[in-house]
């Protein structure tokens, strides 16, 4: 196969979107061969490689043709799309449950804060321009945007801004530069991106069946499956026990006309306290499974 009708997925070469990214791809089956030059990733089965690259040059790369995918945060994404005309080249596929975090304002913790307009005439440091004037004039306010490309939190204390807006998880970087988080400009998680146009060769379907099993894992992740026995007459009892409200199977168990089998997909752990209450409403044999990967 020629090298470029292999596909190509830019991932970050290293950073809080790494790992997750790589665990990923591995339980979609993908292996891979890293390059000498620490650039590349070659896939061994399917016909995928990875360019590792700074997550701020994703969106761009597959602007250009460069990669046809890639896995960044929301935030870099819309950033990227607001700040140029080649932002309708790419589509967002899915999010992909990790990366969690948000892009919001914060104040000095003295400052007063009674919304939007509360920012005013202030100037605002951060290093999403794009996405804080968007955000600023869907509520008509006027204020000064001062793009940094890092340490934006301590902007305030150093007297080369009043407020910032950047990224927020935890809250304890806000909490140590004396800032308070007052409102919320973008919830982000890492998404899978995709060139909107894919070249008319093998590689749409190799997005096609990317696609199926990052589903399969993404939509199973954290389920458990669990097994159980129960009176027939129970059953409506033991399916109101249990959580996530799943649509269980039910099955006839042979020789045993009184007697059901139930096997449901729960959409998380399913603690000691969730069975013994399952038990309680009639069931026994209880399985808990985990479920690593689906195909509908
Ligand atoms: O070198 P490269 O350019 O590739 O990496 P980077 O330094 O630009 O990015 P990196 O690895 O820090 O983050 C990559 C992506 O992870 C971001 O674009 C977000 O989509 C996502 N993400 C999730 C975060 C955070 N959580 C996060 N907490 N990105 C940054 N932070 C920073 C934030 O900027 C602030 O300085 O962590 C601090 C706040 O964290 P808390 O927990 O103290 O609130
Ligand atoms: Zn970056």
Wanted: with cysteine; net charge negative.
């Amino acid at each position: 196969m020629n090298p470029r009708e292999r596909l190509r997925i830019a991932v970050q070469k290293s950073g809080r979107l790494s790992e997750p990214a790589f665990d990923l791809l591995d339980r979609c089956g993908l292996r891979f061969r890293r390059s000498r030059d620490g650039l590349f990733c070659f896939g061994e089965g399917e016909p995928i490689d990875l360019l590792l690259v700074r997550d701020d040059d994703i969106p761009g790369l597959i602007a250009q043709g460069v990669c046809e995918l890639g896995i960044v945060g929301r935030n870099v994404l819309d950033e990227f799309s607001r700040g140029t005309d080649a932002g309708p080249e790419l589509q967002a596929m899915r999010g992909l449950g990790f990366g969690h975090c948000r892009l919001a304002i914060a104040v000095p913790q003295e400052r007063a804060y009674d919304g939007p307009a509360s920012l005013a005439g202030l100037r605002l440091a951060t290093s999403y321009p794009n996405l804080l004037r968007d955000w600023l004039r869907r509520h008509a306010v006027q204020a000064d945007v001062v793009t940094l490309a890092g340490s934006v939190e301590i902007a305030p204390r150093l007297g080369t801004a009043d407020a910032i807006c950047d990224l927020v998880q935890s809250g304890a970087t806000l909490l140590a530069n004396q800032l308070r988080e007052v409102d919320r400009v973008l919830d982000s998680e890492a998404v899978l991106v995709r060139a909107a146009q894919l070249p008319a060769d093998g590689r749409a379907d190799v997005v096609e069946l990317l696609l199926r099993r990052i589903e399969g894992v993404t939509r199973v992740r954290g389920s458990r499956l669990l097994l159980l026995q129960a009176a027939r007459d129970c059953v409506e009892a033991v399916i109101a026990a249990l959580p996530g409200s799943p649509r269980p199977t039910v099955l006839q168990m042979d020789g045993q006309p009184g007697q059901v089998m139930l096997q449901a997909l729960c959409p998380d752990e399913l603690g000691w306290r969730q069975l013994e209450e399952i038990q309680r409403a009639g069931a026994r044999e209880l399985f808990v499974l985990p479920v690593e990967r689906a195909l509908a």
